[in-house]
């Protein structure tokens, strides 16, 4: 064991048994509000979404707002009908029409909607929706109605389509959206905005190659466990990220090598603002104590929270692995909360019923 991984255990192990249960944080699965279901990407990018299905047709409405200062809200819709090239798709809140597309229109205006960097569309045939007035009047109308009607052309000059979304949660998950974007009470808070000024949302920057490492952090990641051998275009989808910190520094959260069936692994280093660079440990609980480990599963960045956290599956379902969750301390990653599923049933995955692991729950003498 070299001196600077049993330093970092000792300093791990000193860091896991300071943090008391009160620190570990809920949130093992992504809040929903009345069907509006929230969450953020490794950027800082995050969304509202509702999946409503009418029958054998579904729709995902989903709004999402990418990090920068000025990037305005972006209403999405996808659908699993083929829609005919003539038509026009209707949107009616609570029985009022507030806008008419032509299916044409739409699929002629989407190159011109720029998409924060790392979405990756639904199946099925999507669309965005008109930027600038004309989503700030569908979300206004949306947040005081109680229905949202959906009307998609159907071929064959059938009777148009109807798939209702109900509106509620809608409002209370736009506020989610400003609070972890640190945008309530600003002009460009979605609810209730104020007058304090817009600014960049907490965020990471994303990394589509692995030629946007600098020297020093591509080294250290070609030498570790193969992790450079990955096809460009498989690294490009898995959301690397480099986090800028407050000291100057970027830590990197980067894949390495290849995803397995269930499971993408990847690695921290981390950029010291003199351009040194290291790999950062994590620490896991095993059935004597703390370990330390180089990998991390499915890796999310929490830009709002500075956290990371690791999902391990153990089946293609998801309902049995790991789980854990770190926080940036300035120096390292320190454990906040580990829990584990053991049985793998095909059950739906409900990582709030997992068994915790840490923090360790003091048992009666």
């Known amino acids: 064991m070299t001196l600077r991984l049993l330093t970092f255990l000792i300093s791990a192990t000193a860091a896991l048994f300071t943090v008391s249960s009160a620190l570990a944080q809920p949130g093992r699965t992504a809040p929903n509000f009345e069907g509006w279901t929230v969450d953020c990407g490794n950027t800082g990018a995050c969304f509202t979404s509702s999946f409503t299905r009418s029958q054998s047709v579904w729709v995902d409405l989903r709004i999402i707002r990418d990090w920068q200062a000025e990037a305005q809200p972006l209403v999405r819709l996808t659908t699993n009908t083929e829609l005919p090239k003539e038509g026009t798709i209707r949107f009616d809140v609570d029985g009022r029409t507030v806008e008419e597309l032509p299916v044409e229109q739409l699929r002629e205006m989407q190159p011109a909607v720029v998409p924060p960097a790392g979405f990756r569309p639904l199946g099925g045939e999507g669309f965005w929706y008109p930027t600038g ?9 949306m947040q005081t109605g109680q229905e949202l009607t959906i009307r998609l052309p159907a071929a064959n000059g059938s009777e148009p389509i109807a798939v209702p979304v109900p509106m509620q949660g809608l409002k209370s998950s736009l506020l989610w959206l400003d609070n972890r974007q640190d945008r309530t009470g600003t002009v460009a808070a979605i609810v209730a905005p104020g007058t304090a000024p817009a600014k960049d949302a907490p965020h990471a920057i994303p990394l589509m190659s692995p030629d946007q490492l600098p020297p020093e952090v591509s080294a250290i990641w070609s030498a570790n466990r193969l992790c450079s051998e990955i096809d460009p275009t498989i690294f490009a989808s898995l959301n ?16 390495c090598g290849a995803p397995t069936a269930y499971n993408s692994p990847y690695v921290a280093i981390l950029s010291g603002k003199d351009g040194a660079a290291r790999q950062v440990h994590v620490a896991r609980m095993s059935e004597k104590g703390p370990i330390a480990s180089d990998l991390i599963y499915n890796a999310r960045w929490i830009p709002a929270d500075l956290q990371l956290v690791s999902y391990f599956k153990g089946s293609g379902v998801g309902e049995c692995g790991l789980w854990n969750r770190w926080s940036w301390n300035g120096t390292g990653l320190v454990l906040l909360e580990e829990a584990t599923r053991k049985t793998c049933d095909g059950t739906t995955p409900d990582l709030s019923n997992w068994s915790s692991t840490w923090p360790i729950k003091n048992t009666p003498n």
């Open 133 to 141: 007035p004309a989503t700030t009047t569908l979300l206004d109308a």
């Open 240 to 255: 690397a990220v480099r986090v800028p910190l407050a000291d100057n520094s970027s830590l990197y959260i980067i894949p």
